[in-house]
């Protein structure tokens, strides 16, 4: 909030001129206190819903899937099931929409690109020598690039956290920007990994050096470092990409990623959502889950509400 | 030859460090227990009890704002200084009280000593009555006494200067500033006192001390809205209900007069005295990263 | 589509309630003697809950004698750890029934089922938990070696935090060897008739506590009656003040707990979300019916139109309405009386020519409601920056430098609490040691806990709630008791 002033003063320009100009602004966003964030994070957490709102809440979430596999060992088989998951998630209900995307490694991009032909489901690719972020910025670059040529239609770069933790910050402006750069009209989703991060006033910094630098998404984390999402933690990036906004009247995307597996952890992220930075949000084009087994719970809430019955996993698919 | 003519003293009243006479003009006499005549004390009224109470809140901050080993070392000085005049209260005493030269010695003595018990009460009383408090959340939580403010305090009328030192001193070690009426008909070794505090570290309005009618200033003191406190150990029984009921209007701490009576003050010192004049404040703050 | 939440409401059907409820004297309901009664009204739907017995001054004699009865002959004579163990009973019967309790608190006050759940009930319990733990460690407690309950207690209690009320005066009186007889406000009997029935599940010996219900005369008649040692008042500094009239020239020990007009106050440096959330949880918590609210913000000049703006958005998502919904933020207003005050003091806001703003939100047909309102252009000249309101509203102030924030905060005749947001840590403290308040709460607000002390400096009252501190309320202590 105190950014829009300060932001307006300094102009964007001289804000992002130099480690030093950057540590200026960044730390001068106000801090993040650690308990009243959780304490606000976990009443919204007490929000109940139901009827309507209930159905709405547990289809829009399916809409707002990254389904993600991000493993060594995946292969083209286990991309190709988990598309047609994508494409299909309910195969006795057609009414049931697709998820918003597929997220693989690069070197899958292609098989996820064809099993993924004509569904309108799109293709995410990690880049940027996920997950560590450890390479030079020519590799990711063409890390990236790779992503792209293959057919992604959406890159998840992560950052450099030694680069953020020793505060050179231009760095990894310019790499997100680099990036950004060969993405060209393709939604650029920025990894924090919050769970390296460590405190809730380095994930807003993050948030604001991310958008800064021209990021679509900000994305709480790999999936590979504990913790993952939390409520509080998005909730601090919500309240990042509202200001941003208001400051530049750009809107930037936010993803949670990681350890969302249930139906009522979503319903909690969409609460935090419409609560925080808005309905605007309330979107798959603004918020995202990256997710894999929340697929299934959000589909045995849902045949719950319809039947009334409560649902058992045999009757859903495991892709 | 003829014998020298002593020079007898002018007995006024102590406000913001000076010694004004009464804005009255007005005196009364003092005797002594044999209803011989020792002095003209100056007879204060509602205006001199409202001087001292401006000049007692004026002190306030920057008493309160002390650092309590400060205080103590106050307090301290003023032992001393008692100590350097004892000859002088020893006579005062016998004269206002009629006690024995032998007993008379013992309660200034004890009243010096009074003064050390509680200035060294200035640094500990937060320790005993402080705490930190176990809160179930992730808060650091702690509780400190801090002084109420301005207090009035109504002298004992038996033991004009070991009941006056005992209740004074608590009240002045937390760091709040009083306003004394002394003993009605024994108020020459408060006046004295004052000329101690006034020499020594105490700074000026810290204590103010008045001399008078008990039912005709009192009542002024216990209405004072910018009173927090009072202390009417020396009230009869029947006006203390009456100061009690004026001082509910802004709410103060009533310290009410002993059931039995005025005590002979030879216990030790009360920290309950010391309670009386305290808040105690409650900080609470997140513990997080 | 709008993502609305629908209806939550919290079932109802647990809840029994009686038609008509007794006196509790002795362990048993029984009728008053002249067999007077009133309604107790829901005030969010207006309907009637139950018919409510009015005690006269008959009445209070009986409970005042029983309580005496019960004090010499059992309660005074049993070990602590015995007095302990009943304490430990009702805590842990309180959790049980934690959710009727609840519900029932929401509907016979009105505020939201989230915060009866969340904060009251659980709170109740913790109180009861904490003084059992201290009822055998008196003689610890650095108030003297051997340190004497009073006698009986006669308690009056306002309609706020009805149950919780109770449980900060009920449970350190029973704890420090007292018996009780114990008035809750006029229109919040009910809880405090469920924890009669509670303590009848406790085998709570008879007498030990009783129950009065009935307004203001009932509670004059039993702070003024001869037979109390102790009188501890939790209400308006108008009746407090009364109260300390009334018991001038007796042996009665009181403690009061007032009004308030408590400063929040944020600095620059502030977390400004948290602050945000602070402020909304320091002056809309319970409707705003909290005697250390925050009703008087203190920005800094620097950050006011940021923090305006912040608040302003965030009251746009403050649900009004019923209070058993779980979604609901905020209830409803006690009584048609304090609706009425509330008003008045909102019409005199404008009056004196503060800007006055609320949210768009609809408020519900029946029932006593009043939007969270906030009030900007406000001067410490203005009577709602001076005046408790008691209700959700707000008046901003604005402030340069952190000795004219103080001046500001301390520019009152209460002393209650105060709140202070900064992240430099130094100037806490610094703000801390200045505010003259009991209760300073830095980057956060409205906290409770029955191991911290609560209770105001100067208008506000005096003595303590809470902590080793409360205990001083309910014992003869040092020379006192002639030690």
Redesign the interface.
Known sequence: ??S??CLARAGLGEVTASDSSLRRFLHGL???????????AA?LA?????????Q??LELPIRMIDLTTLEGRDTTGKVATLCAKARQPEPSDPDVPPVAAVCVYPDLVSEARRCLEGSGVKVASVATGFPSGRTSLAVKVHDTMDAIDAGADEVDMVIDRAAFFVGRYRQIFDEIRAVKQACGQLHLKVILETGEL??YDNVRRASWLAMLAGADFIKTSTGKVSPAATLPVTLVML?AVRDFRDATGRQVGVKPAGGIRTAKDAIRY??LV??TAG?DW?DPAWFRFGASSLLNDLLMQRQRMHTGRYAGPDYFTVD | MTERLTVPKTHKLFIGGRFPRSESGRSFIVTDSKRRFLANAALASRKDARDAVVAARKAFPGWSGATAYNRGQVLYRVAELLEGRRRQFVDEVIAAEGLTSKHAQEVVGASIDRWISYAGWSDKIAQIDGAANPVS???FDFSVPEPTGVVAIVAPQKSALLGLVSVLAPVIVTGCTAVVLASESRPLPAVTLSEVLATSDVPAGVVNVLSGHTEEVAPWLAAHMDVNAVDLTGAPIQLAADLERSAAENLKRVLRPPVDGEPDWTGESDVDRIRFVLETKTVWH???? | ????????PQPTDFVDLDASYGLFVGGEFVDPVDGRRFKSVSPSSEQVLAEVAEAGAEDVDRAVATARQAYDAVWSKLPGLERGKYLFRIARIIAERARELAVLESLDNGKPI?ESR?VDIPLVAAHFFYYAGWADKLPHAGLGTHPRSLGVAGQVIPWNFPLLMLAWKVAPALACGNTVVLKPAETTSLTALRFAEICQQAELPPGVVNIVTGAGETGRTLVTHPGVNKVAFTGSTEVGRSIAQSVAGTDKKVTLELGGKAANVIF???????AV??IVNGIFFNQGHVCCAGSRLLVQES?Y???L??LKRRMG?LRVGDPLD??TDIGAINSPQQLEKIRLMSEVGEAEGARRWSPACPLPERGYWFPPTVFTGVSQAHRIAREEIFGPVLSVLTFRTPDEAIEKANNTPYGLSAGVWT?KGSRIFWMAQRLRAGVVWA??FNRLDPASPFGGYRESGYGREGGRHGLTAYLRTGQEAGQ
Request: charged share 30%; glycine share 6%.
């Open positions: 909030m105190t829009t002033p106000p801090g993040v206190d650690e308990v009243a964030a959780e304490a606000r009443m007490t929000r109940s819903i139901k009827a309507d709102a209930k709405f809440a460590a405190t309240e969409l609460v419409n609560e309905p309330l | 959340g992730p808060y997140p513990i997080g990263i | 589509m709008r993502f609305d939440y629908a209806p939550a989230r969340d620059d440096d502030a977390p400004i979300d948290q959330e602070g950050v139109e940021d923090v703006a912040g998502t779980k979604n992240e980057n956060t």
